[in-house]
């Protein structure tokens, strides 16, 4: 069980891909100028701005994890993306 505070796993991811926050922005709804400030600390999200960066993220996941597959030496690997999964991740 993840016992990470809602906030802090948000602030982690947004570190994590910190390239893409127009991109977060415009695919959860919440303004560029909120993602930015709950990635620098600088505010406490409601509810109402939390859950829809918490559905991108997901939904990002599960579209990252359908590009990776097993290695031989049990680790993972990208997949070449191609066909739908390639228009799934351009979404």
Not at 45 to 69: G, M, Y
Request: positive net charge.
């Amino acid at each position: 069980m993840n016992k990470e505070p809602i906030y802090d796993y948000l602030r982690r991811r947004l570190s994590e891909l910190a390239g893409q926050h127009n991109r977060i922005a415009k695919e959860s709804g919440v303004p560029q100028a909120t993602v930015s400030r709950i990635h620098a600390g600088l505010c406490s999200p409601r509810l109402d701005t939390v859950q829809p960066l918490l559905d991108w993220f997901e939904k990002h996941d599960k579209r990252t994890s359908a590009l990776r597959i097993p290695n031989a030496r049990g680790g993972l690997k990208a997949r070449r993306a191609r066909g739908a999964a390639a228009s799934a991740l351009s979404k």
